[in-house]
């Protein structure tokens, strides 16, 4: 038999069951000889796609650039006039930063982004730590890359530059208005359609390309009844009171958490900027939001915070309101014809308590390029079942992946928030070890967690989809087999 167009051993032996238990067994598969090359594929013949992505944020540029190395013809249609991200800072976690390291991204952001040292969680009225974890040193030696910030507009640059780079093409001011995943192709405003050999939406959480999947689904994003502030203060700022400066002096990230709120803060633009998210339980209607109304609201929902955090929460002079969205977990993300893709914040929104949604955009397009590889590699032509196929092995492991981190994103909340008594006492007496430097196993820290941390932080998305698609190829090839599916 063959797989992945090499000589493979008998799997004679393979019985029908998916492997979803606990098992070395299958590890073989992973051997050199039936490795994918660097570009991810086996053999040096891939046919190279047309593919429009459609978005021009952290997803659709990622997207753009995993495709983009492997030498297909890339074309981003961004609805804006310039190219941009709103809000201020973002966390580039270890499983994410892996990835774009790897791809070369990383080498546009020097000196610009942070690695902070520790995060460190601590009591809303007094700023006593409760919880810590040590991320540098340890995180980029034990996941293979730092835990960083960073200001987004650097990160959405270094995208651009790298994509840019290897060809893509961006046009802006272009909306899309229409998807035919059978064709397939776009519709711009403007009545022109687009052609592509793959469509690839990564439009974000009001995306309306749902519909145009055929599995009858439509947009399933919902408001969490959370809602952020986002502003940044001047480090220099922050300095100059002197009881403050042990807050800037090294790059750590401090959250203060509390019932129904928490503020996360870090550095960011190399360390110059001071970066606040401000979560809070809020319904009202984001129409009814203006920019002064914001900022005293914000001062009055903290003002009886630690005294120190509210002298900073004083500095901030701008502030901008966000309501925190939510999608409801979907496993279709790819069209009846296999033809269309959405990715990114389109399929999984997920509040930002794991700070993992923009790094669950990379990981799917690190999943993407692999499956499309895939498929161009064992097809000399392209028939639409081989590309479709591979696409539904990538629809299943990351919705699996996205899904589950929007339950880890969820937790989060429902452990930061807890109101004072016995059950946030007994949270805290299960990260009591973490914060005074005792050896520990378990932790309510979902940053600690050993357990959760090597399930968030050791994940590598090329690697994961490599593995399921060389399994599923062991399926296929053995007639007769069928996979358990959960119940
Ligand atoms: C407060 C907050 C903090 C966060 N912190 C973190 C963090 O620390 N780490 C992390 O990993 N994630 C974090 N996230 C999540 C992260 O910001 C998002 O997951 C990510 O930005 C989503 O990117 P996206 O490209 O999928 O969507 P978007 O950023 O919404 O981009 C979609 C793009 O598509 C364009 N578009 C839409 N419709 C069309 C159309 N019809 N035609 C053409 N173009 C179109 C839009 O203009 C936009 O440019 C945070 C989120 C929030 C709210």
Not at 324 to 339: E, F, I, N, Q
């Amino acid at each position: 038999m063959t797989v992945n167009g090499k000589q493979k051993p008998s799997v004679g032996h393979f019985q029908s069951c998916n492997i979803s238990y606990p098992s070395r067994s299958l590890e073989f598969l992973d051997s050199p000889s039936l490795k994918p090359d660097t570009n991810g594929h086996s053999t040096a013949e891939a046919r190279r796609l047309d593919i429009l992505v459609v978005g021009a944020g952290l997803s659709g540029l990622a997207a753009a650039v995993a495709l983009g190395r492997h030498g297909h013809k890339v074309r981003v249609l961004e609805q804006a006039l310039e190219l941009g991200e709103v809000g201020a800072g973002i966390q580039i976690p270890s499983n994410s930063a892996r990835l774009l390291s790897r791809w070369g991204v990383d080498r546009f952001w020097e000196g610009k982004a942070v690695e902070p040292g520790s995060i460190t969680f601590r009591r809303w009225q007094c700023g006593r730590p409760v919880a810590h974890t040590q991320l540098k040193p340890g995180f980029a030696d034990k996941y293979g890359a730092p835990y960083l910030t960073i200001h987004r507009a650097h990160f959405h640059e270094a995208l651009r530059q790298r994509a840019v780079e290897l060809g893509v093409e961006i046009q802006t001011g272009t909306r899309v208005a229409h998807f035919d995943s059978e064709t397939p192709s776009v519709t711009t405003r403007e009545g022109k359609t687009i052609r592509a050999d793959l469509v690839l939406v990564a439009s974000g959480v009001r995306s309306t390309a749902h519909e145009s999947l055929g599995h009858g689904t439509t947009n399933g994003a919902y408001r969490t009844g959370f809602a952020a502030y986002r502003a940044t203060v001047d480090v220099d700022k922050i300095r100059a009171d002197k009881e403050l400066a042990w807050v800037t002096e090294n790059p750590n990230l401090n959250v203060w958490i509390g019932e129904d709120k928490h503020v996360m803060t870090y550095a960011i633009s190399a360390g110059s900027s001071f970066n606040m998210v401000l979560s809070h339980v809020d319904w009202s209607d984001p129409e009814t939001w203006t920019p002064e109304g914001v900022l005293e609201d914000m001062r009055q929902q903290f003002a009886d915070w630690d005294p120190q955090l509210v002298r900073i929460v004083n500095m901030v002079d701008k502030t901008m309101k966000w309501p925190l969205t939510s999608m409801r977990a979907t496993k279709h993300w790819v069209s009846v014809s296999g033809r269309l893709v959405m990715i990114g914040d389109a399929v999984h929104a997920m509040v930002p308590y794991m700070s993992q949604g923009a790094a669950m955009a990379v990981e799917d397009a690190a999943a993407l390029a692999v499956a499309v590889q895939h498929a161009t590699a064992t097809a000399s032509t392209l028939p639409s079942s081989t590309l479709k196929d591979a696409l539904k092995v990538f629809e299943r492991i990351r919705s699996l992946r996205a899904c589950q981190m929007q339950q880890a994103s969820l937790v989060n909340g429902k452990l930061w928030h807890l109101p004072d008594g016995p059950t946030q006492q007994a949270r805290d007496a299960a990260t009591r070890a973490e914060v005074e430097g005792e050896p520990f196993e378990v932790s309510a820290n979902q940053w600690s967690d050993p357990v959760t941390q090597e399930w968030t932080y050791g994940y590598d998305a090329e690697a994961e989809m490599s593995r399921a698609l060389r399994e599923q190829s062991l399926w296929d090839a053995q007639p007769g087999t069928q996979q358990c599916t959960a119940g």
